[in-house]
């Protein structure tokens, strides 16, 4: 028998326009993480976990499944969904220049397949508005006990050759209130961008961006580096041998995917599962032992999360299972993931 959230998706939610659904669920949450009471009742009900969690960064996380980039753009929703059970938050992708993002429509719902094309184009309030609300959730009891990272990506309006400076630029702003960064320079959705990707272009923002961070916190913040799952073998290996290189955090691994036929935009959900497991296992070969490999594509049941974590992976994210799978999923996954 369908799950009560199943029914209501396919009765109600997917008749709505896939961006329109998600800002409904967007301010349900934002409003259950900043009333105490319902976000108590969340969290003892739908996101209790289980065990001691995952060390991330320092930090106890609750669970080892966490929120990837891209759901909560510019920080208003991580109380939220930590109640819901994520055992981490990763904010943005904030971009130092606010902006609108590409013309709608640009979500696009491929049901058969539990699927998401999109092509936001990193619509967000920008990197200053998104610290102003992390300097208020790090002032708060559970504001500080959650494990929070924040995604910086290149302004749409940024050439290439002041990325750099781009990059700095939100790296300063957010890196006070975060336990890490993540360096995105693989998003399909801004022009140009994923031409980053290439270790010419990727080592000055990764230098620039450890050294404003850790300037501008006080004391060094991890950063990682997010790569495409379009990347051949050969340059996934090189960016690989780079982050080991600079003793970054860790790597991301991966974003959507641009190998799809419906048209401009990324492809997220199991369709990308077994490329990014592929990836994954790749990068657990080159990577220091000690670095960690975030594990994100297709994740859906805890099959496929044990797969990512054989493969390698240290923690885990997703956004596009939560869509298709309602509010009861990440407490349930990081549950199942800690027995």
Do not use: C
Not at 151 to 158: A, F, L, M, P
Request: hydrophobic letters at 45%.
């Amino acid at each position: 028998m369908p799950s009560p959230y199943r029914l209501l998706f396919t009765r109600v939610l997917s008749r709505i326009d896939p961006e329109r659904a998600h800002h409904l669920a967007a301010a349900l949450i934002r409003t259950a993480g900043r009333v105490p009471g319902v976000r108590h009742v969340l969290r003892a009900t739908l996101g209790r976990t289980r065990g001691n969690g995952v060390e991330l960064f320092g930090r106890r996380a609750p669970g080892v499944l966490g929120i990837a980039a891209g759901f909560d753009k510019d920080a208003t929703m991580a109380a939220g969904l930590a109640a819901l059970g994520f055992g981490f938050i990763e904010v943005g992708t904030v971009t130092a220049h606010a902006q609108p993002g590409n013309e709608r429509p640009r979500l696009k719902r491929l049901v058969d397949r539990r699927a998401l094309v999109n092509r936001m184009g990193f619509n967000n309030a920008g990197a200053a508005a998104a610290a102003d609300r992390l300097r208020a959730l790090r002032g708060t009891p559970h504001g500080r006990r959650m494990v929070l990272g924040a995604n910086i990506g290149r302004s749409k309006i940024t050439s290439a050759a002041d990325a750099v400076a781009d990059y700095v630029t939100s790296a300063r702003a957010v890196a006070p209130y975060v336990d890490y960064l993540v360096v995105n320079v693989s998003s399909p959705n801004t022009p140009g961008l994923r031409d980053l990707q290439s270790t010419e272009a990727l080592r000055p923002i990764l230098l620039a961006v450890v050294d404003a961070a850790g300037s501008a916190a006080g004391h060094p913040v991890p950063v990682l580096v997010k790569i495409a799952p379009d990347l051949a073998d050969e340059h996934i290996d090189a960016v690989a041998d780079l982050a080991r290189g600079l003793a970054l955090a860790g790597v991301v691994a991966v974003n959507t995917t641009i190998q799809h036929h419906q048209g401009p935009g990324g492809l997220s959900g199991p369709p990308l599962r077994e490329r990014g497991i592929a990836v994954v296992a790749r990068l657990r070969e080159r990577l220091d032992p000690a670095q960690l490999i975030i594990g994100v594509g297709g994740i859906s049941t805890p099959a496929d999360a044990r797969r990512y974590l054989d493969a390698g992976a240290t923690a885990l994210q997703a956004y596009t299972a939560l869509i298709y799978e309602g509010p009861a999923w990440p407490g349930r996954m990081n549950r199942a993931l800690a027995g």
